[in-house]
Nanobody
Framework: QVQPVESGGGLVQAGGSLRLSCTAS????????MGWFRQAPGKEREFVAA????????YYKDSVRGRFTISRDNAKNTVYLQMNSLKPEDTAVYYC???????????????WGQGTQVTVSS
């Protein structure tokens, strides 16, 4: 069973940056689609970004495109989310997740990390 582990969350002022990391076990990491989701207080969990097997193809939520960049290093079994120009509405618990297929849907991601808190102050 794959268990992703996130790190890199914290407190930042609006306009600042954070870089989240997620490491997942497995000898076939390159066969995984890796995704980032988030859940803000009082809201449902939503898709943020995903990256396919080779790292060439990426998906983004419209509101983060141009500000966030997802990347992966298959040699390190690691996916990253570089978050720039952060806004208070980006405040949420961010989750790393693993899928066996290309998807933006939470239902297709079967393994989830514990989450890391990102708080953006105004």
């Amino acid at each position: 069973q794959v268990q992703p582990v996130e790190s890199g969350g914290g407190l930042v002022q609006a306009g600042g940056s954070l870089r989240l990391s997620c490491t997942a076990s497995g000898r076939t990491f390159r066969s995984y689609v890796m995704g980032w989701f988030r859940q803000a207080p009082g809201k449902e969990r939503e898709f943020v970004a995903a990256i396919l097997y080779s790292g060439i193809t990426t998906y983004y939520k419209d509101s983060v495109r141009g500000r966030f960049t997802i990347s992966r290093d298959n040699a390190k079994n690691t996916v990253y989310l570089q978050m720039n120009s952060l806004k208070p509405e980006d405040t949420a618990v961010y989750y790393c997740a693993v899928s066996q297929m290309a998807s933006r849907s939470e239902a297709d991601f079967g393994s989830w990390g514990q989450g890391t808190q990102v708080t953006v102050s105004s």
